[in-house]
């Protein structure tokens, strides 16, 4: 079934990528020309419109890679675990993006390029965490063990992901409190509408980049098996006499 | 591979547009200058801003109406400094900052409505180019990629019907 969605969604890739170009144009647009400086930050929360979409996207990217990961080790779907594949490789460059901005934006305002603060590293730890899916699939040899033992990574890994979100709640921190929450936002409609936009943006991108990727990994296996085909038929047909 | 070079022509102007209008914003709108620069030119009719210090000792009147005097320092330049704006909150001598406001030259006093944080615009600027660029080079180097694949399989004869089945040849 899932296989038969994938399928399906990678139609209307096209679509997800000129959706995530206008996103991010538009809100790049909105969160660097028209929305206005925060009273205490002034300018600064400018970075906040690319920090934050890439650290949402991120999780987001580790769900899907949770999601698909289970869903691989009970149905053993070739083409769930080369998505669970892309997912890994993007959420990876995501989280290090994530990392590099909030470094960049912690520097003017907590006067420090890194601390550590529960939410810095439980994110770090989700970048090791996705290192070692990436090299796990790389170091074994047989590629169907090599997905089994990334699946089963990447569902303890999944630990992480409440330990992020409530990282803020749970220790004493200096990374502000959740903005979004069952108790409303609480941030103003100037800064609300540049970040939903980058967020949609960055979602949407997120989802297009997973279907290229996968794109990429099904192409290169399909050449590979007929490569190997067509060498496996001429070496039989030269040997056979 | 045309349509993909044109399509990613067509971001990267887009992108380059973008960041045009902001560092024009930016000049227009945010880009200081020093009280030495201000003191040098010839009286500005628009209204400029200013970078430096409250010196030490001179600050006086009422912070809460909004209504304020003193000398603001950059180096060895200093100018006197009549404040009429909203409540002063986070201002105190020392304190570097940056007045928006007109050079009065009859009365020889720079005449200022509004203050701003001053900020680094270089941690903003590195935020977004790093992003912007590493995300874009990635989407450009996975199409192109697929373009490859194509190509290889097309090429090498080994083409058939279900390398088109995860999707179509952009």
């Not at chain 1, 205490?40 to 934050?52: A, D, F, N, S, T």
């Not at chain 1, 460059?93 to 529960?118: C, H, Q, R, V, Y």
Request: aromatic share 12%; net charge positive; proline share 4%.
């Amino acid at each position: 079934m899932i296989n038969r969605i994938i399928r399906q969604i990678q139609r209307y890739k096209g679509w997800f990528g000129g959706g995530a170009a206008l996103c991010i144009f538009l809100g790049l647009y909105t969160g660097l020309l028209a929305s206005p400086p925060d009273y205490y930050q002034g300018e600064l929360v400018r970075i906040m419109y690319v920090h934050v979409p890439l650290a949402h996207t991120s999780t987001l990217a580790y769900s899907v890679l949770f999601g698909g990961s289970i869903w691989y080790l009970w149905k053993r779907d070739p083409l769930v675990d080369n998505m669970c594949q892309a997912s890994a490789s993007i959420c990876a460059l995501f989280t290090t993006l994530a990392l590099i901005t909030g470094s960049i934006w912690a520097k003017p305002t907590w006067n420090t390029w890194w601390t550590w603060d529960p939410r810095l590293v439980s994110f770090t730890v989700l970048l090791l965490i996705l290192g070692g899916y990436l090299m796990l699939r790389r170091l074994v040899d047989d590629p169907m063990r090599g997905g089994r033992y990334a699946a089963i990574l990447a569902i303890v890994g999944g630990i992480d992901l409440p330990i992020i979100k409530f990282s803020v709640e749970w220790w004493r921190t200096l990374h502000q409190p959740m903005s979004f929450s069952t108790r409303g936002v609480s941030i103003s409609d100037d800064i609300l509408i540049p970040l939903t936009l980058m967020s949609l943006g960055c979602w949407l991108l997120f989802a297009y980049m997973v279907m290229v990727r996968t794109q990429i990994l099904y192409l290169t296996d399909l050449l590979h098996a007929k490569k190997g085909r067509l060498l496996s038929q001429t070496h039989f047909s030269q040997t056979t006499p | 591979m045309t349509g993909l070079y044109t399509r990613w022509a067509l971001i990267l102007g887009a992108t380059l547009l973008l960041g045009f209008l902001t560092y024009q914003h930016y000049q227009q709108h945010l880009s200081t200058i020093s009280v030495g620069t201000l003191l040098g030119s010839s009286p500005a009719t628009q209204p400029v801003r200013i970078q430096g210090m409250v010196k030490s000792g001179t600050l006086k009147g009422d912070m809460e109406q909004g209504q304020a005097t003193f000398e603001f320092v950059d180096g060895a330049s200093s100018l006197a400094v009549v404040y009429q704006g909203p409540p002063l909150e986070n201002i105190r001598e020392l304190k570097t900052l940056v007045l928006i406001g007109r050079w009065d030259s009859q009365a020889q006093v720079f005449r200022a409505q509004e203050t701003a944080l001053i900020n680094n615009f270089g941690f903003v600027a590195a935020a977004y180019l790093i992003s912007v660029l590493a995300l874009g080079w990635m989407v450009f180097a996975m199409s192109q990629r697929v373009m490859v694949l194509f190509k290889e399989i097309k090429e090498s004869k080994l083409y058939e019907p279900e390398a088109g089945s995860l999707g179509n040849k952009e």
